[in-house]
């Protein structure tokens, strides 16, 4: 097979259209916009600010998350139980920040999985772009309550022990009866603050 | 299709971060370097419909509406989208979006002094066919100035933004056109440090004789990261 070189990356820029965005694309719980949101899990709220050095906040900084359905499953063919997965859960979902910087999605609690040896805790990938990012970023936000299966976590095990809290999302009460949780994102700063980024 | 292994990035092919000229990337980029992280189930896939939730098929942004045309140069931009193995990838989600004739975008924070076109927004998305083609209908974008202190100007440019068959596999880029004198003094076009790949970010111009008389013929492929599965045999 002739190999192909892959395309360098490059920055978003500050101009990803606002055009592109439907009303529901923040909503991970919906295939289509018209579509209802998947029922089949808990429904949360997350929400947090993007910024960088100084505490500056990113404005129209762009955010893609992805994760598995409430019962660890993806609709995809790489995933062993692939028909187990929700047939109505997207698991997909994009924002841009605000002026204060702000984003949110509306999602279902993940679900954990078994992995090789391993079993992989609740867990949302995030991929942020933005102006000044010449390459995206990629984190993965867990769950504050999965003590145990964050414990056990091969992923959270490659963060330095004392950078793992900061990949933690805090639980911030309820709000239109979803529970909600909190994740910022802090692209530069003191290393005791910067979140914790991963490259494949 | 079925993405599953990722060789590392090449080496110069990826963009020096931060990037010499470009301010931002020294307040934006982590300062402690990422995890290298074996790509699992969450790395590995990513959504097989995407097109359902994210419309495609908006490929003439040189055509506002019937008699409503932008103004600029028209041309067409047509390529495949790749895999590391030079497969065709299908059913992919291309984005493209770009600055008008005169150099401004359609964004309510380019607040620059250059005229907005009325009949000219400058994003479409669509997705790619079986064999991983896709073509856009458009003007050539305006060159730029970037506000800052160092009088640096983008060259004409388009952005792509690719989502593909899976996670790892997402890609935003930027394509530049042949023999722009521009190019040469871009501080994010030059931070790609291989020249070779640098090259690659250029589209190539077809001949005239081979396109047709309503616009100018350009040719980009892009190549995501990834391989994909060994197809099973029937």
């Known amino acids: 097979m002739s190999r192909a070189l892959p395309t360098s990356q490059h920055t978003i820029g500050p101009f990803f259209p606002r055009t592109y965005f439907g009303p529901t694309d923040h909503d991970l719980r919906r295939r289509t916009a018209t579509a209802a949101p998947s029922p089949r899990g808990e429904a949360i709220r997350i929400a947090g600010r993007v910024t960088r050095a100084g505490g500056e906040v990113c404005v129209n900084a762009l955010l893609e998350a992805w994760q598995a359905d409430a019962g660890g499953h993806f609709d995809h063919?790489?995933?062993?139980?692939?028909?187990?997965?929700?047939?109505?859960?997207?698991?997909?979902?994009?924002?841009?920040?605000?002026?204060?910087?702000?984003?949110?999605f509306l999602t279902l609690l993940p679900g954990g999985y078994a992995e090789g040896s391993h079993r992989r805790a609740p867990h949302v990938n995030l991929q942020i772009m933005a102006s000044g990012l010449m390459r995206p970023v990629l984190t993965t936000l867990f769950f504050p309550a999965f003590t145990a299966?964050?414990?056990?976590?091969?992923?959270?095990?490659?963060?330095?022990?004392?950078?793992?809290?900061?990949?933690?999302?805090?639980?911030?009460?309820d709000s239109e009866g979803l529970r909600c949780f909190r994740f910022d994102i802090r692209l530069r700063g003191d290393p005791a603050e910067e979140t914790p980024f991963f490259v494949e | 299709?079925?993405?599953?292994?990722?060789?590392?990035?090449?080496?110069?092919?990826?963009?020096?971060?931060?990037?010499?000229?470009?301010?931002?990337?020294?307040?934006?980029?982590?300062?402690?370097?990422?995890?290298?992280?074996?790509?699992?189930?969450?790395?590995?896939?990513?959504?097989?419909?995407?097109?359902?939730?994210?419309?495609?098929?908006?490929?003439?942004?040189?055509?506002?509406a019937p008699g409503r045309m932008a103004l600029g140069q028209y041309i067409h931009i047509a390529g495949r989208i790749l895999d590391e193995d030079a497969r065709p990838v299908p059913h992919a989600v291309v984005e493209l979006w770009q600055a008008n004739a005169a150099g401004r975008y359609f964004h309510p924070i380019d607040t620059r002094d250059a005229p907005l076109d009325p009949d000219f927004i400058g994003n479409g998305r669509i997705r790619t066919d079986a064999e991983g083609r896709f073509g856009f209908f458009t003007i050539r974008p305006?060159?730029?100035?970037?506000?800052?202190?160092?009088?640096?100007?983008?060259?004409?440019?388009?952005?792509?933004?690719?989502?593909?068959?899976?996670?790892?596999?997402?890609?935003?880029?930027?394509?530049?056109?042949?023999?722009?004198?521009?190019?040469?003094?871009?501080?994010?076009?030059?931070?790609?440090?291989?020249?070779?790949?640098?090259?690659?970010?250029?589209?190539?111009?077809?001949?005239?004789?081979?396109?047709?008389?309503?616009?100018?013929?350009?040719?980009?492929?892009?190549?995501?990261?990834?391989?994909?599965?060994?197809?099973?045999?029937?």
Not at chain 2, 9 to 27: D, N, S
Not at chain 2, 34 to 56: F, V, Y
Not at chain 2, 149 to 162: E, G, Q
């Open chain 1, 77 to 104: 063919p790489a995933d062993p139980d692939v028909g187990a997965a929700d047939p109505e859960f997207l698991g997909w979902g994009r924002a841009a920040t605000d002026a204060g910087g702000r984003y949110h």
């Open chain 2, 142 to 234: 305006g060159a730029y100035p970037v506000p800052s202190k160092n009088n640096w100007w983008r060259p004409p440019h388009v952005h792509f933004s690719v989502l593909g068959p899976a996670s790892l596999s997402r890609l935003v880029t930027q394509m530049y056109f042949p023999g722009d004198p521009m190019n040469a003094y871009d501080h994010i076009f030059n931070s790609v440090p291989d020249a070779a790949a640098r090259e690659r970010l250029i589209a190539r111009q077809l001949p005239p004789h081979e396109v047709g008389l309503g616009w100018l013929g350009f040719v980009h492929d892009i190549v995501l990261r990834g391989r994909a599965a060994t197809p099973e045999q029937p």
């Open chain 1, 149 to 173: 299966e964050n414990a056990a976590d091969p992923v959270l095990a490659m963060v330095p022990e004392g950078r793992r809290g900061l990949l933690l999302a805090q639980a911030e009460g």
């Open chain 2, 1 to 64: 299709m079925r993405i599953d292994s990722i060789p590392p990035w090449p080496e110069g092919i990826e963009p020096q971060v931060p990037t010499e000229g470009y301010a931002g990337t020294f307040t934006h980029t982590p300062a402690v370097p990422p995890i290298r992280r074996p790509p699992g189930r969450t790395e590995l896939t990513a959504p097989r419909d995407l097109a359902a939730k994210l419309p495609c098929g908006d490929d003439n942004l040189a055509v506002l």
